[in-house]
């Protein structure tokens, strides 16, 4: 049977200016896989996921959202594709003068006609599926721990139950108890709804709980694509002390 890709880039340019981030760049997301995104720093892992969300207009190529392009899309009809998943920045971008509850509630009022009464419990329902207990709600950002506001971020982004999720970077700055419990609820949260999950990230470990298979940004283009233990057997300088170095070999065997 084949796969059916959920997200499809070909030939992505990507540039600032005069400096080139991506060219030629080529990737395929498989609906309901996690993918993860690496690369040196500078490779253009967030401007490739903001390119994907529409956040940053490519200046060459194509990019397919369950066989639609959605390059240059405005208005009315890049919001109708914008239903279509959610994102979680890396600093989790919530509004601090709004609670979690009003945070989460932003993308309905945005996109549905719910009652009030509607949006507040659907907001509850997503507050409780990041994990986090119905009274956070009623708490401001500022009221939360790091991890806290992360969960928050991650209800925001399920609020239009998309069956696609971005996150860029969801465990910076969180110790490991933390992280870990994060990516188990990611991978959790995954599987029971069938999302597809595209996760910029940096980190070894998560990349060992949560990722079906990583692509490697290197050289403005995808470099490789592959489960964990296909990347570790490849030739690339980079990818070979990436995950040849003491944190990416007890990542790999699930002892960190």
Known sequence: MTERIAIQVRDLKTAYGPHVVHEHLD?????GEILGVIGPSGSGK?????AIVGLKPPAAGTIDVFGEDVTGLEGDALRAVQDQWGILFQDGALFSNLTVRENVMVPM???T???KAFM???ADQKIRMAGLETSA??????DLSGGMRKRAALARALALDPPILFLDEPTAGLDPI???GFDKLVRDLQRSLALTVFLVTHDLDTLAATCDRIAVLGEKRVIAVGTMSELRSMDDPWIKEYFGGPRGRAAAAGVM
């Open 109 to 111: 009022k945005e996109h």
């Open 178 to 180: 933390t992280a870990g």
């Open 137 to 142: 709600g009623d708490k401001f950002p500022s």
């Open 46 to 50: 967030s401007v490739l996921l903001r």
């Open 120 to 122: 507040r419990q659907f």
């Open 27 to 31: 990737l395929d997301v498989r609906e």
């Open 113 to 115: 006609h719910l009652s």
